[in-house]
Antibody, heavy 123, light 108 residues
Framework: QMQLAESGGGVGQPGTSLRLSCAASGFTFSNYGMHWVRQAPGKGLEGVAV????????YYADSVKGRFTISRDNSKNTLYLQMNKLRAEDAAVYFCAKGLTRGPYPAGAFDVWGLGTTVTVSS | SYVLTQPPSVSVAPGQTARISCEEH??????VHWYQQRPGQAPILVLYDDRVRPSGIAERFSGSNSGNTATLTISRVEAGDEADYHCQVWDSGRDQPVFGGGTKLTVL
């Protein structure tokens, strides 16, 4: 059974950093692009960052570019999101999601999602 | 960049058919994916590539994509279908997914 489990959420003050992790199981992690998607309270879904299956390519939403870094450790089946210079508008539930297809470019739908981890930004 | 427009809410009686739209200029040229999200839960993929159902998704869920509108159709609606539904495409110009604002389906 394919599963994703996020951790690392919590409360951060504006300008500080948090690191999220996502542990994958039940599938060959290194075969798929992986994604972070967030959802602010009462709002819709927003793509945050994408990483190719081998980690050679990363893509970011304009709202986080230069502040967030996505990475992965295929030997540990784990995805990460380093969040620096937090802003109030970064407060959300952060989901990691698995790309549906196995191609080198991580586009398309997401067929497995974690339960999410909550990030609160407050002074 | 893409802006996907969904109606904020759709209401339907049990047993009837619900249709949820997702609008963008020339959306028919894109592959549209649909997610169901119940309150407090993670999204679930219910359709991909406009009309393909993942394993385990009921045949009552179907999709279409033509012109400027993609549509998720839920036949014989059940109380358990009550949820938010999100459409999504991939923006290859920005290398990011784009989601609609979500539609809350209420089963009367």
């Amino acid at each position: 059974q394919m599963q994703l489990a996020e951790s690392g959420g919590g409360v951060g003050q504006p300008g500080t950093s948090l690191r999220l992790s996502c542990a994958a199981s039940g599938f060959t992690f290194s075969n798929y692009g992986m994604h972070w998607v967030r959802q602010a309270p009462g709002k819709g879904l927003e793509g945050v960052a994408v990483i190719s299956k081998d980690g050679s390519a990363e893509y970011y939403a304009d709202s986080v570019k230069g502040r967030f870094t996505i990475s992965r450790d295929n030997s540990k089946n784990t995805l990460y999101l380093q969040m620096n210079k937090l802003r109030a508008e970064d407060a959300a539930v952060y989901f990691c999601a698995k790309g549906l297809t196995r191609g080198p470019y991580p586009a398309g739908a997401f067929d497995v999602w974690g339960l999410g981890t909550t990030v609160t930004v407050s002074s | 960049s893409y802006v996907l427009t969904q109606p904020p809410s759709v209401s339907v009686a049990p047993g009837q058919t619900a249709r949820i739209s997702c609008e963008e200029h020339n959306i028919e040229k894109k592959s549209v994916h649909w997610y169901q999200q119940r309150p407090g839960q993670a999204p679930i993929l219910v359709l991909y590539d406009d009309r393909v159902r993942p394993s385990g998704i009921a045949e009552r869920f179907s999709g279409s994509n033509s012109g400027n509108t993609a549509t998720l159709t839920i036949s014989r609606v059940e109380a358990g279908d009550e949820a938010d539904y999100h459409c999504q495409v991939w923006d290859s110009g920005r290398d990011q997914p784009v989601f609609g604002g979500g539609t809350k389906l209420t089963v009367l």
